[in-house]
């Protein structure tokens, strides 16, 4: 099946720095999206992207589809304490029309004060 | 609108127990999924629902796991005869036609199985 291939696995930042992690996939994708998951919560959506080569923002975050279509990033700008979380890129699974996604395992980000 | 709503919030039960767990999506949203994550990796596609006809369920879903949206509103998930590796997080998600990536996920339901 179609897997997503996030990194890093986690990153270590000091409240203030910028962000960027990114997602790969063997196979193309339409839609890329971001979730964040807090602890013990649902993962909320950040950011969707539905062309090739479209960059969108969301305050302090902004993410780009891949050329390629193989691949999505995501950066965060001036890092603040409640950043702290999983952020997940996701996919459509292939076929059907049921928008079911594939997730990628996640970026632990951890920003120290 | 209180988004989508996942009951109860952690479960503990013994190996061999019966779970049921349910979920109250955002009304609108003619779409309800059910999505299973464990420590470290993202969350895995279960089952899915357009209003109340269950369209496709995945192989992870063993015939032990059955899940139900009576009149398209509210959904459950059963799981009978609960095993350890059943232990998990489950999520329930739904999205509009409009909309429809745009996943709103509940909180979950933590399982674990002792």
């Known amino acids: 099946g179609q897997q997503l291939n996030q990194s890093p696995q986690s990153m270590f930042i000091q409240e203030g720095e910028d962000v960027s992690m990114n997602c790969t996939s063997s196979?193309?994708?339409?839609?890329w999206l971001w979730y964040k998951q807090d602890p013990g919560e649902g993962p909320v959506l950040l950011i969707a992207?539905?062309?090739?080569?479209e960059l969108t923002s969301n305050g302090r975050l902004t993410a780009q589809f891949g050329i390629t279509r193989k691949d999505s990033f995501l950066n965060i700008s001036a890092s603040i304490p409640s950043d702290v979380g999983i952020y997940f890129c996701?996919?459509?699974?292939?076929?059907?029309?049921?928008?079911?996604?594939?997730f990628g395992k996640g970026t632990l980000l951890t920003v120290n004060p | 609108d209180t988004g989508v709503s996942q009951n109860p919030r952690h479960k503990i039960t013994k190996r061999g127990q019966n779970v049921t767990f349910r979920c109250d999506p955002i009304?609108?949203?003619?779409?309800l999924y059910w999505y299973r994550q464990t420590l470290g990796q993202g969350p895995e596609f279960l089952t899915y629902f357009q209003n109340e006809a269950q369209l496709e369920k995945s192989r992870l879903l063993s015939d032990r796991f059955s899940a139900e949206r009576p009149k398209g509103s509210f959904s459950t998930l059963e799981i009978q005869r609960t095993e350890q590796g059943d232990s998990a997080m489950y999520l329930c998600a739904s999205s509009q036609p409009s909309k429809p990536y745009g996943y709103t996920f509940g909180s979950g339901t933590r399982l674990t199985v002792v």
């Open positions: 992207l539905y062309k090739a080569g």
């Open positions: 996701a996919g459509p699974n292939s076929g059907g029309s049921n928008y079911k996604l594939t």
């Open positions: 196979s193309i994708f339409n839609t």
């Open positions: 009304s609108e949203h003619n779409r």
